[in-house]
């Protein structure tokens, strides 16, 4: 049995939020735990509050739009064809400036499963700030 794993554009788990539709093109489970791979479509009203992961690198690849991402130390605007490697324990935010694709890379894999832990919850509980500071806690997302 093979393992090659093919996701046609437009496919993959989706987690369709009002600022991101989000594809899952390669899970844990795709890659044996050594990375998951996301495609982000971003609209204006995007922003990540600054934020930490302890145990994950983020790899971002843009493919069109832009994107701003404050480090502690600067201010870095990715637009088509720029990459950025984000490693364990730099602190960031992000807030897209114009429609964007991205690809993210997440290594070691896993992160995508906030995603899907955000997608299970209800409004009331997606509106309680201690339920989500705990499920964020859980899947390596730690805000400052």
Request: net charge negative; hydrophobic share 45%; proline share 3%.
């Amino acid at each position: 049995m093979s393992n090659v794993v093919y996701i046609a554009a437009g496919q993959g788990r989706e987690f369709a939020w009002k600022s991101d539709d989000a594809f899952v093109k390669l899970s844990s489970e795709d890659s044996g735990g050594m990375f998951s791979l996301i495609e982000d479509n971003l609209t204006t009203e995007f922003r990540l509050a600054r934020h930490v992961h302890r145990e994950h690198a983020e790899t971002f690849v843009m493919i069109s739009g832009k994107v701003e991402f404050m480090l502690d130390d600067s201010t870095v605007v990715l637009s088509a064809g720029d990459t950025l490697h984000i490693p364990p324990g730099e602190p960031h935010a992000v807030r897209c400036l114009e429609p964007a694709k991205m690809l993210t890379l997440y290594q070691p894999a896993g992160l995508e499963k906030l995603f899907a832990a955000y997608a299970a919850m209800t409004s009331e509980e997606m509106a309680d700030q201690e339920k989500i500071r705990a499920v964020d806690l859980a899947h390596d997302n730690v805000v400052l």
